[in-house]
């Protein structure tokens, strides 16, 4: 059973900096493409950013210069560094993967930036 696992969220000031990890188990294979999305209160879930496994990576408008996604494929682990971080990021950021035709997901982690 596949399963995707983050850690790194927490509380932070404006302006400070996280860095968001996401292992994945129960599979030997490499995700074709993974990614970060995140929910705040009463919105619908967005985009962050993705990273496929040979290719460029792709941001949302608001976080483009701010933060960068990174992987090690072999370990089908996959980071998102956030810098200069402001209080409208405040969200359950939520890792995806993607493997054949499945989606994954992660269980969440909360991210909140206090102005």
């Known amino acids: 059973q596949v399963q995707l696992v983050e850690s790194g969220g927490g509380l932070v000031q404006a302006g400070g900096s996280l860095r968001l990890s996401c292992s994945a188990s129960?599979?030997?294979?490499?995700?074709?493409?993974m990614g970060w999305y995140r929910q705040a209160p009463g919105k619908q879930r967005e985009l962050v950013a993705t990273i496929p496994s040979g290719g460029s990576t792709n941001y949302a408008d608001s976080v483009k210069g701010r933060f960068t996604i990174s992987r090690a494929n072999a370990k089908n682990t996959v980071y998102l560094q956030m810098n200069s971080l402001k209080p409208e990021d405040t969200a359950v950021y939520y890792c995806?993967?993607?493997?054949?035709?499945?989606?994954?997901w992660g269980q969440g982690t909360q991210v909140t930036v206090s102005s």
């Open positions: 129960g599979t030997i294979l490499s995700f074709n493409t």
């Open positions: 995806n993967g993607q493997l054949f035709a499945q989606n994954y």
